[in-house]
């Protein structure tokens, strides 16, 4: 079956834009995470869902980043008027439950350059 | 809050050779659950090796296996009999709460032939 897909896989904004992300979990997962990497780092934990409920939205860093899954299936992430530190790879992982032990499969992430 | 530490941000190793990553973390919770991720340079992450915090077993996948030392806080990786496929960047992860992962800052791993 497939895997964790993103797209797109590359986007150039310029300042003060507005972006959406978009991330197409494996079918059935019912648990859906993004992070945001940035260059030679960590991924870091932005936001959480359980099916279509947001349950964690702590890694936000600011009130223009937003994230929904709607339908329970695909998610987007939205950053409204991008700045230069949001430039970043943004990862996107599923997972069948939100057990602590259940294996989290990720995606090949979006690359945004914010010039 | 969780934290984790990779010490180490590059190391690299002969083809066939053995490798050890390193990792510690920190936190007060007594069940949890480590792991420890692979990112190739196409950069899709994908699970190497997990360990369940209760189990005193450490656990191995074929050629990966991990040394677990709660009361230590430690968790490291060792690759044996290394490929040139084993190149990438290596994450040691956490997680307790069934949400969030909590990552290292990685350890870049080059295999040489």
């Known amino acids: 079956g497939a895997g964790v897909s993103q797209s797109p896989r590359y986007k150039v904004a310029k300042r003060g834009q507005d972006v959406a992300l978009r991330c197409d979990p494996i079918?059935?997962?019912?648990?859906l995470f993004w992070y945001q990497q940035a260059l030679g780092q960590g991924p870091e934990f932005l936001t959480y869902?359980?099916?279509?409920?947001?349950?964690?939205k702590s890694g936000l860093p600011s009130d223009r980043f937003f994230a929904e899954r709607p339908e329970g299936s695909v998610s987007t992430l939205k950053i409204q008027r991008t700045q230069q530190e949001d430039s970043a790879v943004y990862l996107c992982?599923?997972?069948?439950?939100?057990?602590?032990?259940?294996?989290?499969?990720f995606g090949p992430g979006t690359r945004l350059t914010v010039l | 809050a969780q934290t984790v530490t990779q010490s180490q941000p590059e190391m690299s190793v002969q083809e066939a050779e053995t490798v050890t990553l390193s990792c510690t973390y920190d936190?007060?919770?007594?069940?949890?659950?480590l792991f420890w991720y692979k990112q190739p340079p196409s950069r899709q992450m994908i699970l190497v090796i997990r360990q369940e915090a209760y189990k005193q077993q450490n656990a191995t996948e074929n050629r990966f296996s991990v040394n677990f030392q709660k009361a230590a806080k430690s968790f490291s990786l060792k690759i044996s009999d290394s490929q040139l496929g084993d190149t990438a960047m290596y994450f040691c992860?956490?997680?307790?709460?069934?949400?969030?992962?909590?990552f290292g800052g990685g350890t870049r791993l080059m295999v040489k032939p």
């Open positions: 079918s059935g997962h019912v648990s």
């Open positions: 936190t007060s919770e007594n069940n949890y659950y």
């Open positions: 992860a956490y997680n307790n709460a069934g949400n969030m992962l909590t």
């Open positions: 869902f359980q099916n279509e409920a947001q349950l964690d």
């Open positions: 992982a599923s997972s069948t439950t939100g057990l602590a032990s259940n294996e989290q499969f």
